[in-house]
Each structure stands twice: as structure tokens, then as C-alpha cells.
């Protein structure tokens, strides 16, 4: 069964930066798509930003500019730098990773989430 972990959310002042990462595990022969989502308290999750497995990369626009996805794919592990954070920014963090292709195929899997909390 595939999984994924979060790592590396905090807290952190304004203009400050954290880098999350979001590793899979499991029997995995390759991830087409992983993302990072955000939910702030009383808001819907929204998409922060994604990358597919040859590194095409989008991004939200409150993001852009500012947060750099990327992944390594031998490590089935994606990444999630941000800078220059603001306390909008606040929120807990959740790693998607889409059409997961193994033993058993998964269409979509989250991780558990981690806190980001920026404090002006």
C-alpha cells in the first residue's frame, strides 16, 4: 500500500521560508502527477502548486514567484520551497500524488498534512 509522508512544516515569521517534502512509499513504479494543497481554517483546500513526472510545473497565483515545486523521481519524493512567506500562508499543507502505478493502482492518494504557520 502506498503512502505518503509529510515533513518539514513549522512555524515561522513573515518573509521567512520552509521547505516541505512529501516522500511515497510502498511499491511504486512510477507517480504521473504530485501537488501540494493548503487549507486554511473556515477555506476550501486549493491547489498550490503541481508537477508531472517530466517537470512541467503550475502554480497558484498568490504562490507564483514565491514557492518552487519540484521532485525527484527516483526518490518518489516531491518538494515544496517557500519563500518570502506571508501569514496568508497559513495553513496545513497536503501532498497529493496522482496516477500511481504499481501493484495496485491508485487514481489519487493524499498524505496526512503538516502545519505552516507564518507569523507576522
Known amino acids: 500500500q502506498v503512502q505518503l509522508v509529510e515533513s518539514g512544516g513549522g512555524l515561522v515569521q513573515a518573509g521567512g521560508s520552509l521547505r516541505l517534502s512529501c516522500a511515497a512509499s510502498g511499491s511504486i513504479f512510477s507517480i504521473k502527477a504530485m501537488a501540494w494543497y493548503r487549507q486554511a481554517p473556515g477555506k476550501q483546500r486549493e491547489l498550490v502548486a503541481g508537477?508531472?513526472?517530466?517537470?512541467?510545473?503550475n502554480y497558484a497565483d498568490s504562490v507564483k514567484g514565491r514557492f518552487t515545486i519540484s521532485r525527484d523521481n527516483a526518490k518518489n519524493t516531491a518538494y515544496l520551497q517557500m519563500n518570502s512567506l506571508k501569514p496568508e500562508d497559513t495553513a496545513v499543507y497536503y501532498c497529493?500524488?496522482?496516477?500511481?502505478?504499481?501493484?495496485?493502482?491508485?487514481?489519487?492518494?493524499w498524505g496526512q498534512g503538516t502545519q505552516v504557520t507564518v507569523s507576522s
Open positions: 497529493n500524488a496522482a496516477g500511481v502505478r504499481g501493484p495496485f493502482n491508485s487514481a489519487s492518494i
Open positions: 508537477i508531472t513526472g517530466d517537470g512541467n510545473t
